[in-house]
């Protein structure tokens, strides 16, 4: 049974309004509310980006590789002064050496030719020069004694002759001069037997022995030549001196002495000047520093 509204209450068609207070979320346990707001929603959260390295660890990533190439270029280096030192006896102590034929006329007189020039090649029985002897006439009876200064009207010509294969290495004299019998007109250079006089620490001298292996560097010429050895002089550079040392017990002062070692060059057409400096390098041991070289 309903019951009917009383008169003048109105009927509202109003919709309900819905409640404007949100429910809070339920305070912690303790009882005190969050100082700190709620992290935002990170919409990349799903991708990480990777901490950069340290500069430390920079460094130490520069670093390994430059220890790598510097242990490398120190291993090199060692392994080289451990070969060269084990097979080879190198010194710079050497000099050209070779024979040194002087070319005159066997009669004294006057020079009336001599065309050649320092450095020009000659061969054995040409004519390098012409010398003008007097001819010497009259003799005392019943000997072969010349008169004093009486001399011929016309002088003969003597022919000067090279002895060897070889190069003017020096000119002695000019036309016009007068030279004694013997006495030179040219140097030459047997280009045939050019050799190496090298001197070698007393302390290296077991090592070398004869027919051994020889590279020569010559600074005159900025070539390498081979060579081999040809004798070991049994004796120190020092005794042949115009003075030995002569130490006594009172002021002796070990000297390290040096042995001349003769090396026989294979120079083809070079001429090596005589008296220059050259780099002797003689391999006293055979094979390499690598187990398949031995």
Do not use: C
């Not at 207070?21 to 919409?43: F, Y």
């Not at 040392?245 to 294979?266: C, E, H, R, Y």
Request: hydrophobic share 45%; charged share 15%.
């Amino acid at each position: 049974m309903r019951h009917a509204p009383p008169r003048g209450h109105r009927r509202s068609h109003r919709p309900a309004r819905p409640d404007r207070h949100v429910a809070s979320p339920a305070p912690p346990a303790n009882g005190r509310a969050s100082a700190q707001p709620a992290p935002a929603a990170n919409p990349a959260a799903g991708s990480v980006k990777p901490a950069a390295p340290s500069r430390k660890r920079r460094r130490l990533l520069l670093l390994v590789p430059v220890l790598l190439v510097v242990g490398l270029i120190g291993a090199y280096v060692g392994l080289r002064f451990w070969y060269e030192s084990t097979y080879f006896v190198m010194t710079d102590n050497a000099q050209v050496t070779g024979d040194l034929v002087p070319v005159g006329s066997l009669n004294a007189g006057r020079v009336i030719q001599a065309s050649l020039e320092v450095g020009q090649p000659v061969h054995k029985d040409e004519v390098v020069a012409m010398v003008a002897v007097p001819q010497q006439v009259g003799a005392v009876p019943f000997s072969d004694t010349p008169l004093l200064d009486q001399t011929g009207s016309l002088n003969a010509q003597v022919p000067v002759r090279s002895p060897i294969d070889g190069v003017v290495a020096a000119r002695m004299a000019n036309v016009g001069a007068t030279v004694s019998a013997g006495q030179a007109i040219y140097d030459l250079v047997n280009t045939q037997r050019i050799w190496i006089n090298a001197n070698i620490d007393e302390d290296k001298i077991e090592h070398i022995a004869r027919g051994q292996a020889v590279q020569v560097t010559s600074a005159a010429l900025g070539r390498t030549f081979d060579g081999a050895v040809e004798a070991v002089t049994p004796a120190s550079a020092a005794t042949f001196s115009l003075l030995p040392a002569q130490n006594v017990s009172g002021n002796f002062n070990k000297v390290t002495q040096w042995v001349p070692v003769k090396i026989m060059l294979d120079t083809g057409d070079a001429v090596l000047p005589l008296g220059t400096s050259v780099s002797v390098r003689i391999r006293i041991k055979d094979g390499g520093p690598l187990p398949w070289q031995r």
